[in-house]
């Protein structure tokens, strides 16, 4: 593994490429290296030693505590004396490292038999093929959780779709690299915080772990990076200044910096604005200042705010004065760091469309240019009742909330996934119990079958009478579809090829089934069916009968064994 450390390193990977493993010729393509979930890798636990070795990554899966706590008072010499250009150099040298690093693992890999899934993209409002820009790795970028309090059912519905489409591109075969940021510092995290009396990085991580726990109840595979945003301060810092020598985005007086729309003539197609809604050159105003905003207030956006007395202790040093980045701002520098100018695909729930994607889009390509996310994913929001999500209302619900009414987390997950993520889901107690049964009703399907692991489906192989429900699947995540078609064909299912599709579809579903549960039989109800079996031993037809319509009649059914019988409720 080449790991490069330091600016003059990259002279020796130059020199060192021609050795990269050929994938035609090594033993590693004997063993399918193309396929996603090859023996060693640990896609699945986000894991990047082996699948994206280099230190972006390893700084980001590993992310030093110190470092995400300072704030203004403890920049290094470096950071202190000139912030602006020691960050400037900064991702100067990690661009050209990852430029290199990411052609290495481009020439190592390749997609064998990837399955083509289709995705309705949010920009050309049409279903599209996905296709990896570089052929090989699908790369793709989360907005992640905003760490001031915990992710709520409607959060976690983006999320869990999210996890959803990784699975379906995994499962068919295809390489991915998994993106998902937290936001760590905004105006949120910052006035709560401050509220709480505690310093950022303790407030926040508390909620970031709690964010952890949930997805891992909730089935969610870890993305490959999860970088913060606290952690990429200069990487920001290097972004506005580039801006701004490009023309693009102005200091005010107060110590800010905005970004221009009227230099970016292409503002609002993402979010299908009208040049007229757009009231341009806004700056001093609350709003302009403001991580979020609505349409009809549209006006050039904050890139760094000048320090204030309400954010206490939560400021950097920069080349305008100390301040902190914009909330828009914090993702493009963290997708230019680990994807690039151009990659794959960018996701989030709808409600980002406007204004933070749209802001994301504008400031990146005129920074560096390149096309940006190729693709845009953006799942609806979620309804609890027929009704908007309220914490007045009682319906804010997080998956603790549902716990505490004795709820799994994996009957929430069928919830979640039980509607096309472009369609509305009404989330409602009724649905819980409906996927209660549901989830019972496919483990008593599975009983005593041994579901192979992720890595193993991922290979490929047949899916005998449940490819139809992979392939809804495939095509714009219906997963609604996919669900129908799993159990309409659990009674046709006899061969290893059929059980192998079944669990695929689960595994891309993220769904874990429960234990089955025995049924507690009434003594009654035990007397009668001991009756029907003693009937049917001695060929007495006739008394075996008039014992199961009494079952019946009694809300009963008898399944006979070989060996023995089984009593349930019809």
């Known amino acids: 593994m080449i790991v490069f450390n330091l600016e003059r390193d990259i002279l020796v990977a130059l020199l060192l490429e021609s050795d990269i493993v050929d994938p035609k010729n090594s033993k590693e393509a004997e063993k399918g290296e193309g396929q996603l979930q090859k023996d060693g890798s640990e896609h699945e636990t986000g894991n990047l030693s082996k699948d994206f070795p280099g230190e972006s990554g390893k700084a980001s899966a590993e992310p ?125 995290t910052i006035r709560d915080s401050v509220a709480a009396g505690m310093k950022l990085c303790d407030f926040t991580d508390q909620w970031r772990d709690k964010f952890h726990a949930d997805c891992e109840e909730l089935n969610c595979l870890k993305p ?76 050039d956006f904050v890139l760094w705010k000048g320090r204030r007395a309400e954010d206490g202790a939560n400021y950097w040093g920069s080349p305008w004065g100390e301040g902190r980045p914009g909330w828009h701002l914090e993702c493009s520098a963290m997708i230019l760091k680990y994807l690039g100018k151009t990659f794959d695909l960018h996701s989030g729930g709808e409600d980002l469309v406007f204004p933070h994607h749209e802001n994301e889009l504008a400031q990146s390509k005129c920074s560096c240019g390149g096309e940006f996310a190729r693709h845009w994913f953006h799942s609806t929001h979620l309804l609890v009742n027929g009704k908007k999500m309220a914490k007045s209302s009682g319906t804010l619900y997080t998956l603790g909330d549902l716990a505490d009414q004795g709820w799994t987390a994996m009957e929430v997950r069928y919830v979640l996934i039980g509607a096309n993520y472009r369609k509305q889901l009404n989330f409602t107690m009724e649905s819980l119990h409906a996927a209660r049964e549901a989830l019972g009703k496919l483990a008593k399907a599975a009983e005593g079958r041994k579901a192979p692991g992720y890595r193993e489906l991922a290979k490929g192989g047949d899916q005998g009478v449940f490819t139809e429900a992979f392939e809804r699947l495939n095509e714009d995540l219906n997963t609604a579809a996919a669900l129908g078609e799993l159990f309409g064909n659990l009674k046709r299912a006899e061969s290893p090829d059929d059980w192998r599709g079944f669990f695929t579809v689960l595994a891309a579903l993220g769904l874990t089934l429960p234990e089955p549960e025995g049924v507690e039989v009434p003594e009654d109800i035990a007397k009668l069916a001991g009756l029907r079996w003693q009937a049917r031993q001695d060929k007495d037809w006739a008394a075996s009968d008039r014992y199961r319509d009494e079952l019946a009649e009694k809300g009963w059914i008898v399944k006979d064994g070989r060996d023995g019988y089984e009593v349930l409720p019809s």
């Open 64 to 188: 030093d505590s110190k470092d995400r706590c300072r704030d203004g008072q403890d920049w290094d010499k470096a950071g202190k004396d000139d912030p602006g250009a020691f960050a400037h150099a900064f991702i100067l040298t990690e661009k050209r490292r990852d430029a290199i690093l990411g052609n290495s693992i481009a020439r190592k890999s390749g997609v064998v038999n990837a399955r083509t899934v289709r995705l309705f993209d949010t920009l050309t409002r049409e279903v599209v093929p996905l296709k990896p820009v570089d052929g090989k790795t699908f790369r793709f970028y989360c907005c992640g959780p905003t760490v001031y309090g915990p992710a709520h059912i409607g959060n976690f519905r983006t999320f869990v779709m999210q996890d959803v489409l990784r699975r379906v591109l995994e499962l068919g075969g295809m390489k991915t690299k998994h993106v998902r940021n937290i936001t760590d510092v905004d105006d949120k």
């Open 224 to 299: 490959h990076i999860e970088p913060s945003a606290v952690e990429h301060v200069p990487e920001q810092i290097a972004m506005i200044e580039e801006l701004i020598e490009k023309g693009h985005a102005y200091a005010s007086d107060d110590g800010s910096v905005y970004f221009k729309i009227s230099s970016f003539p292409d503002y609002g197609r993402l979010s299908r604005l009208d040049t007229r809604e757009l009231d341009l050159g806004k700056t001093q105003n609350e709003r302009a200042n403001s991580d979020e905003y609505e349409k009809d207030n549209v006006a």
